[in-house]
């Protein structure tokens, strides 16, 4: 028989979260059912669950940043036992037949990996995210937390941690690398301390100087405020790779013309509206601009035991669940340093 647990959940686009509670699925024979201790909270799951992306599965719970211990797992599970520490991402399934996926690149599923929440799960039903105290989830998508991480600050790095690290990697940061992250938030404060834990020569590109504390005591080399126009010009041609980290609309070409020859600046920040390239901010210097997903769950490991290795973990705020509301409008204003968690401790209701 399922399981009902509690959770928070969005019913419609312009209402606030409110408590509910959900059923979990059996645990299947390579199945592993956990216990949810924490839930990051993504920019994602505002845009997603305020229909700003498309159509939305009402009601829906969000949080695909889910850090906990294993309380049950199938017969034919070989990888995890009970009480191991545990992470769920973005993505709870694959078609696992398709080439994507057999190169162990199940984020870029040509059949459309199956998201965390909001996806349409294999027996039809739609999935719930880490706003809850369990989820059910497939051996092979799920993660294991090394022990040098504490589960709060490891939450966020399942989203947050592998959308930046995935780009930093694949497009070479490292010594002799000069790198801008674009955002001083939640997805940008992980790519400044990843950059600079993999040896680049980090910059950070934000709105204002409010924050530059922070930016270099995380690893940042410098710091520029882009509402200075001399930023643009001081720092032209300069970068090897721009890791654009913003959900909001900004002006593309500017931020192209300070990359250098071959340089390329990727998109990990995803707003809802439209953004124009000119062609001519590419051409002349063989620029590129591109776009990343999250990793592969090989990578997303690769990247937790990376953080456990060099000491790394979200700059967190853990809040009760009865404060998720006002953790989403503070997001909205970028008022947080740098990532919400949910302890979902607090999920249990009267």
């Known amino acids: 028989m399922s399981t009902t647990v509690n959770a928070y959940a969005a019913t419609a686009a312009d209402q606030p979260l409110a408590p509910t509670t959900i059923e979990r699925r059996d645990v299947g024979s390579r199945d592993v059912r956990i216990d949810i201790k924490f839930a990051g909270v993504c920019h994602s799951d505002i845009h997603t669950a305020r229909g700003e992306w498309g159509q939305v599965p009402y009601p829906l719970v969000v949080g695909h940043e889910i850090a906990g211990v294993v309380a049950e797992i199938g017969s034919e599970v070989t990888k995890y036992a009970v009480g191991d520490r545990v992470g769920v991402g973005c993505m709870v399934n694959s078609c696992g037949e398709c080439t994507q996926c057999l190169a162990g690149m199940e984020q870029y599923c040509l059949e459309g990996n199956i998201q965390t929440y909001a996806g349409v799960d294999r027996d039809g039903s739609t999935t719930q995210g880490g706003y809850s105290q369990q989820v059910v989830v497939t051996e092979k998508f799920v993660v294991r937390i090394p022990d040098g991480i504490e589960l709060d600050a490891a939450a966020p790095l399942l989203c947050a941690g592998i959308t930046t690290y995935s780009p930093l990697r694949h497009w070479g940061a490292g010594p002799g690398k000069k790198v801008a992250v674009v955002g001083m938030g939640g997805l940008g404060h992980m790519a400044v301390k990843l950059a600079h834990a993999m040896g680049a020569e980090v910059t950070v590109l934000s709105q204002s100087l409010k924050k530059q504390e922070d930016g270099v005591r995380l690893g940042a080399d410098h710091y520029f405020a882009t509402s200075d126009p001399t930023t643009f010009s001081d720092l032209a041609s300069s970068f090897d790779l ?82 998720i509301n006002e953790a989403w409008e503070r997001v909205l204003a970028s008022d947080v340093r740098y990532r919400f968690v949910i302890d979902t401790a607090t999920l249990a209701q009267d």
């Open 242 to 323: 721009i890791v654009n980290t913003v959900s909001a609309e900004i002006d593309l070409n500017a931020y192209l013309s300070l990359l250098a020859v071959d340089g390329t600046m990727v998109n990990v920040g995803a707003p809802p509206q439209p953004l124009p390239v000119q062609i001519f901010s590419l051409i002349p210097f063989r620029r590129s601009f591109a776009g990343s997903a999250i990793g592969s769950i090989a990578e997303t490991q690769e990247m937790l035991d990376f953080c456990a290795e060099h000491g790394l973990g979200a700059e967190i705020e853990v809040i009760a669940a009865d404060r």
